[in-house]
């Protein structure tokens, strides 16, 4: 007989799989449909990024955590194109192959970051809040500063003060039970926000 924790892992991982291609698919469908002040949301990686880490949240040890977060970016990419191609665009095999690789880059940062911040002590769970913060962050920067002009700068704004949000909140969240410690915690936190942040923003400058 199978191992129950076993099949519960594969379930995790198959909604994990059904999930991204699901947000995927209306990612795509999105884009033409949103209204101006929220025409980023069907380009930006931010939505992605707490899909999967919305979906990490849900693994019992870290190296689940890491696979959830890759395949659930993974299967974004995958949906997203498949929807494209279903409704007639040309698909770009070098954008797919990209992303996909993109998706293997940054799927472990966030499935670490989502364990971590789950599962240990409230300092390691802080750097985890400060690097799925810090990935908000910098994309909202590189919003204000080089799609102000296209995009609207509200939205931006709003993304960027959730970065930080969640960065602040969850980590005095699981420092709750320490106040003492939650201060250097929380310089800890925001310090891997600001160091996340910039390395995110210097990524969004290769052309």
């Given at each position: 007989?199978?191992?129950?924790?076993?099949?519960?892992?594969?379930?995790r991982l198959a909604l994990a799989v059904v999930v991204g291609l699901v947000a995927g698919a209306a990612t795509e469908w999105s884009?033409?449909?949103?209204?101006?002040?929220?025409?980023?949301?069907?380009?930006?990686?931010?939505?992605?990024?707490?899909?999967a880490c919305a979906l990490a949240l849900t693994a019992r040890r870290t190296g689940e955590s890491l696979m959830i977060a890759v395949l659930t970016l993974i299967a974004l990419?995958?949906?997203f194109y498949v929807a494209e191609a279903y409704r007639g665009w040309p698909v770009s095999r070098h954008q797919v192959a990209f992303w996909c690789a993109a998706s293997l880059a940054i799927g472990p940062l966030v499935g670490l970051a989502t364990a971590w911040l789950r599962h240990r002590e409230r300092?390691?769970?802080?750097?985890?809040?400060?690097?799925?913060?810090?990935?908000?962050?910098?994309?909202?920067?590189?919003g204000l500063t080089k799609l102000s002009l296209s995009t609207p700068t509200l939205y931006w704004h709003v993304q960027l003060a959730l970065g930080i949000g969640l960065t602040v909140g969850w980590t005095l969240w699981r420092a709750r039970r320490h106040f003492l410690g939650s201060v250097s915690t929380l310089v800890v936190s925001l310090a891997t926000c600001v160091m996340v942040g910039l390395c995110t923003l210097v990524v969004y400058q290769v052309p």
């Open positions: 007989m199978p191992d129950l924790r076993d099949t519960q892992v594969s379930a884009v033409p449909h949103l209204p101006f002040a929220l025409e980023p949301l069907g380009n930006t990686a931010a939505p992605w990024v707490l899909v990419v995958l949906g300092t390691m769970a802080g750097i985890g809040a400060g690097v799925l913060g810090g990935l908000l962050v910098g994309e909202a920067v590189h």
